[in-house]
């Protein structure tokens, strides 16, 4: 009987044992197979990696509109938050893969407890991504640096298991960022720069947004894989706002920025009756059409139309007040490497300035006027609040100037910033090596910049012939004084808008443009710049 009992035990142990030996063979076989390195992708698919918001990061958006539109199938990972370009979800090569949020119970806790956590979970996510839930193994890996960790690290090992050629899209340095709040000496800065120089170092190619920052990670970090300089470029439907569309976004009720105009503005801009008129804009009858344009001479504006069918086939286009404020814009992502106190500081000295020579101005002095200044800071992020908050305490004692946040869906972006008369940009570079891609946006509508001076400015912004550069409050407050004097005839931000223009205008080759006398500053949409610099690249993976 015990026999038989010490039989039956064994065999047991017998059959857990197979099954456990049968399942760490498998498990190796499914390691191996996992990590040997691999050249069995699809061809015609990429991934595109941005660890953020999606929404917000335009760049990898109109990587993943380039690699759609050149027939790959495009999986773009990252996170939600804000609503994408329209193209990402009409495209049909396009498949938006949105990683999972950590856990909410997470966000009670202190950021020390949380932090391994949060990266272990946001590992796990990307690899289940990459490796699982993308079903064929992409030709391309496509990540945006920064942040570096962990990605940096994981598309590495994801291009290894799955034999995708890895693409780094350097937009700055993660290190670089980070020493702006611990400083250059601080052993998780040290640690961070050996983590991105270590495994950003090889890739099958790099792309950077200057040439700058190519010349510098070659020399510094020794790169290895082929390197290419992708300046941010505009998309081709950026472009400066007619009357009409400037009337049409502002007379929409049900956009945020007439949400934010009608309520806190009442008293400083002029009296508005949608869908007649805006604060900007005004339809008059055609026989009032000569004295509409926007002139300093314009008479006070034409009493609203009677809304009847006839009156519809009388009345003319939109045209601009000539009592309008000048609508300037900044657009941010209000982190560390941007000092908004800088603009604050202008507004103040240009409030002061507006009294001064608009007291004086009805002396009969003849002394040209300053307008109201609407400045109109675009985007969202962590200081919006600090500095909005600091706003809304000074402005309660201006007269001339106010300044509004707004977030505006991908959409209307162009439109808003395409409204506007000139741009502001406070970017000033953790590493000293990118260009503001905000920039690049207001030159694709049409506007001219007021830019913070830093190291490579000069590769996108020329004093005087796109803009103007500026080192401190004193000096942007000149700026602002400068375009804006006797606005709207305003003829110093005429000549430089006008100088824009030109320089954006004229194709040499075919395919870029260049600032007259300057060959550097070449110019182009960023589906141009894109086929230009990327093709060469991806066309070598087509096996046919
Ligand atoms: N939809 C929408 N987008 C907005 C809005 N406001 C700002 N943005 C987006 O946010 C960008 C500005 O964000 P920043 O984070 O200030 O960008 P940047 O300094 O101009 O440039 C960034 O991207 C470059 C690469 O493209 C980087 O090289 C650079 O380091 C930086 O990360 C704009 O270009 C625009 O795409 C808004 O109201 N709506």
């Not at 899209?169 to 270590?198: C, M, P, Q």
């Not at 109201?372 to 201006?398: E, F």
Request: hydrophobic share 40%; net charge neutral; proline share 9%.
């Amino acid at each position: 009987m015990s026999t038989t009992t010490t039989n039956s035990e064994w065999n047991v142990v017998y059959l857990f044992s197979g099954l456990a030996l049968l399942f760490l063979t498998w498990k190796a076989i499914v390691f191996f197979r996992l990590f040997r390195p691999r050249n069995e992708h699809a061809l015609r698919t990429v991934a595109v990696l941005v660890l953020g918001d999606i929404g917000r990061s335009p760049r990898m958006m109109y990587h993943a509109e380039s690699f759609a539109e050149n027939g790959f199938m495009t999986y773009l990972v990252g996170y939600g938050g804000s609503k994408p370009i329209p193209s990402l979800e009409t495209l049909p090569k396009i498949q938006l893969c949105y990683l999972p949020e950590p856990p909410i119970f997470l966000k009670s806790l202190p950021f020390i407890v949380t932090a391994p956590f949060k990266i272990a979970h946001q590992i796990v996510s990307i690899l289940n991504e990459l490796l699982i839930r993308i079903p064929e193994p992409p030709e391309y890996l496509v990540v945006q640096n920064p942040p570096s960790i962990p990605t940096l690290a994981l598309v590495a090992l994801v291009g290894r298991i799955r034999g995708c050629k890895v693409i780094i899209d350097w937009h700055n340095l993660g290190y670089s960022i980070l020493a702006l709040r611990l400083g250059n000496e601080h052993l998780f800065v040290k640690i961070a720069k050996w983590f991105e120089a270590t495994f950003g170092q090889s890739a099958y190619a790099h792309l950077f947004v200057t040439e700058a920052m190519k010349d510098y990670l070659v020399k510094e970090w020794n790169l290895q894989g082929q390197k290419i300089v992708l300046h941010d470029r505009p998309p081709k439907h950026f472009h400066h706002s007619s009357p009409q569309e400037i009337h049409d976004l502002f007379s929409n009720t049900k956009t945020p920025i007439s949400a934010i105009l009608q309520p806190s503005l009442a008293d400083f801009l002029p009296e508005a009756k949608p869908p007649y008129s805006t604060p900007f804009t005004d339809i008059s009858k055609p026989t009032d059409s000569e004295s509409s344009h926007p002139t300093s001479a314009n008479p006070p504006l034409a009493p609203p139309l009677p809304l009847t069918s006839q009156t519809y086939t009388e009345v003319n286009p939109p045209t601009l007040r000539a009592d309008r404020p000048a609508l300037v814009v900044s657009s941010t992502s209000w982190t560390p490497d941007e000092d908004f106190g800088i603009l604050l500081d202008a507004l103040k000295i240009y409030e002061e300035r507006a009294n001064a020579v608009n007291s004086s101005a009805g002396d009969g002095t003849g002394k040209a006027k300053l307008p109201k200044l609407l400045m109109a800071v675009t985007g969202k992020g962590p200081q919006r609040d600090m500095y909005m908050t600091q706003v809304s305490k000074l402005q309660k004692k201006w007269k001339w100037v106010r300044c509004i946040s707004v977030w505006l869906e991908a959409e209307k972006y162009p439109l808003f910033l395409g409204s506007a008369e000139f741009g502001v940009c406070l970017h000033s570079s953790s590493s000293a090596l990118d260009l503001p891609m905000k920039v690049v946006d207001m030159f694709g509508c049409g506007l001219p910049v007021c830019a913070l001076n830093f190291k490579c400015l000069p590769e996108l912004v020329v004093h005087g012939k796109n803009g103007l550069v500026f080192n401190d409050s004193a000096e942007l407050a000149k700026q602002l004084e400068f375009l804006l004097v006797s606005f709207p005839d305003a003829p110093l931000l005429a000549s430089l808008r006008a100088s824009l223009e030109q320089a954006t205008r004229h194709p040499i080759d075919g395919q870029a443009t260049a600032l007259p006398d300057t060959e550097e500053w070449k110019w182009s949409s960023w589906g141009e710049n894109w086929n230009l610099k990327m093709k060469p690249l991806i066309a070598g993976g087509v096996r046919t």
